[in-house]
């Protein structure tokens, strides 16, 4: 059964950083893409950036002088570590943070055409619980 589990949200003052880490196991496919998203009450959900099982990373572009995406194998197989490092952070990077993972070579493929479109997101079938991050000026 795959998880995907969330932590490294808090509250930060304008400036400052912050790293968050998605855990994502019980997968046996060995095509996967895990993307991290964020939500403000009241807007849609936005992708904010993504890596999959070659490797590969990517950050939307309004971010990516801010933030980065990273990723490690996990201690066991069907386990990976996606992380979003986050810097220079202003009071509009207040969301809720969520990770989701699209696994199987069909739903890795259409991820990876959706995050070119900015959506939709349906292929990611499995997602956290979030983690809310804060941003005080």
């Known amino acids: 059964q795959v998880q995907v589990v969330e932590s490294g949200g808090g509250s930060v003052q304008a400036g400052g950083s912050l790293r968050l880490s998605c855990r994502v196991s019980?997968?046996?496919?060995?095509?996967?893409?895990v993307a991290w998203f964020r939500q403000v009450e009241g807007k849609e959900r936005e992708g904010v950036g993504y890596?999959?099982?070659?490797?590969?990373?990517?950050?939307?572009?309004s971010l990516k002088d801010r933030f980065t995406i990273s990723q490690s194998d996990g201690e066991s197989d069907g386990e990976t570590i996606v992380y979003l490092e986050m810097s220079n952070l202003n009071p509009e990077d207040t969301a809720m943070y969520y990770c989701?993972?699209?696994?199987?070579?069909?739903?890795?493929?259409?991820?990876?055409?959706?995050?070119?479109?900015?959506?939709?997101?349906?292929?990611?079938?499995?997602w956290g619980q979030g983690t809310q991050v804060t941003v005080s000026s």
């Open positions: 989701a993972a699209a696994i199987s070579r069909t739903a890795a493929n259409m991820a990876r055409a959706s995050w070119a479109t900015g959506g939709p997101w349906p292929m990611f079938r499995f």
């Open positions: 019980g997968y046996t496919y060995r095509n996967y893409v």
């Open positions: 890596a999959d099982s070659d490797h590969n990373t990517g950050v939307r572009d």
